[in-house]
């Protein structure tokens, strides 16, 4: 699925003043892409990624997921939104938790897969009657990726998903994202704050300026993976990248 | 967990205990007259002695206190639901509700034994009167401050209002809907004695009532004493039921 967005500004109702927290932005991602978005905080990365998930609606603008505004591809479960925080239901184990993306709002005519080879998938098949509060923070994240997957979706939308975990987590899951982006050939935009974990992820990262938020630079990362983090071609990258953050 | 709750009841004990020895002493001392203030020992006795007729009266007080609450609950959690699904309809509500929640219960009681008779249907509605305010208020906040992340999850899927508030809303509302109980379940007892009160054909309340107006005082504080424990059963069921229903939160 493409993601096509063009002249997206959003303002906040805010009080005392009205927030602009994104000012004519413009990005078009082609199917099966792994993009990364980055940008100094409150820039208004997760403002894109939630208006893009239909949970917020711009002031003005265009967005289209392939041919559909968001609220039509949403509808028809097509996006996958994922943030820092895992966001289980404490109540649900952790296969319920995942049955419940098949559950509500179910899309019969698109088949996914069955939470025992989702939880398979993220190496929790042990842990499918555990709750959530008796799971580890990396675990429980997990266990939202299973979920994002089990909706089938052609785009995956990450908000920093595993920001929230320590280092060897992070990058774990991150490569656990990697495999599983080649198994679903999905569209990924992927926020973060981490120069390295862009560029060891990405096939391009767009940098945006600080708030009102756009698109500053866009770099391509023409590298194969896996790539090796210690050699000059990743690290001419990271240094581009560190440029285009200062120049603002 | 477990090895929690003796201890509970033995410091319980331990307040307790030592209170209603402190009263016995002091009333002997004094020797205060019984029509004035009875001992515990005479309280106690007295209740020994009628144990049957009180038992009688606590089933029927318990009966309606029981049945009352349970209208109660579904009124307050059943307005609280429509409300969470049709937030429009929230000022119009909670106008009426605060409406019958301020209107005196001991002025509608009387009016209700004379249009419903002296049975227990009228203190079922009042004790249902009583009860319902403290559960839709609770259960509405719940209702209201589920959890965002949870609730941006579930747009994202595109849930409609009825998956968002079954999934997310109801089970974040559930421990609101327990300190909601906390109060609602001694005020029951309230309800139906108050009721009673004013015109019953059996009941503690009535009990009270007699024993009110011949200065049996005795047999007044044996009333008490049994509304008091029920009291503290109530509580000590409802905390039970909410460690077992509401499992995820940290105690
Ligand atoms: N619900 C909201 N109401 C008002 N203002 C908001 C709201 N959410 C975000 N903002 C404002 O919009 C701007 C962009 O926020 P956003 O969350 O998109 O930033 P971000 O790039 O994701 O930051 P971070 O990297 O810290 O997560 C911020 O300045 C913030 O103050
Ligand atoms: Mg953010």
Known sequence: MNISIQDLSHTYDALPAPIEALSSVSLQIPSGQFAALIGPSGCGKSTVLR??????????????????????????????????????????TARDNIELAQRVNPQPRRNSLSSDELLNLVDLADFADVYPFSLSGGMQQRVALARSLALNASVWLMDEPFASLDELTRESLAFEVIRLWHIFR??????????????????????????????????????????????????????????????E | MNRKRPSNSILALAIVAPALILWELIVR???????????????????????????????????????????????????????????????????????????????????????????????IIITGLMTFFPVLVNMLSGLQSANPAMLDTLHSWNANRGEVL???????ALPYLF????????????????AEWTGASGGLGRIMWLAYTNLNLPYLFAAVFLLAAAGMGFYGLIVQAEKKVVFWTPS
């Open chain 1, 186 to 247: 999905v569209t990924v935009l992927w926020v973060t704050h981490n120069i390295y974990e862009s560029v060891r992820l990405a096939d391009r990262i767009m940098v945006m300026s600080p708030r009102p938020g756009h698109i500053h630079a866009d770099i391509e990362v023409p590298l194969s993976r896996p790539r090796d983090e210690t050699s000059t071609e990743f690290l001419a990258i990271v240094k581009q990248i560190r440029a285009a953050l200062k120049a």
């Open chain 2, 29 to 123: 001392a004094t020797q205060t007259p019984i029509y004035i203030l009875p001992a515990p020992t005479q309280i106690l006795s007295t209740l020994a002695n009628n144990a049957g007729s009180y038992m009688q009266a606590s089933l029927i007080t318990l009966g309606e206190a029981l049945f009352g609450l349970a209208l109660g609950l579904m009124a307050g959690i059943g307005i609280a639901l429509l409300l969470g699904l049709w937030p429009n309809l929230e000022r119009g509500m909670m106008t009426l509700a605060i409406l019958i929640k301020s209107t005196p219960m001991i002025a509608i009681a009387p009016l209700l034994t004379i249009w419903l008779g002296f049975g227990v249907l009228p203190k």
């Open chain 2, 166 to 172: 079954r999934n997310v809303r109801i089970p974040c």
């Open chain 1, 51 to 92: 208006l893009l998930a239909g949970l917020l609606k711009p002031n003005c603008g265009m967005i289209y997921l392939d041919d559909f505004p968001p609220p039509r591809a949403i509808a028809q479960k097509r996006v996958a939104w994922m943030a820092q925080s895992p966001a289980l239901l404490p109540w649900k």
């Open chain 2, 179 to 194: 300190a909601a109980l906390k109060v609602s379940g001694p005020l029951a007892l309230i309800g139906a004695v108050v």
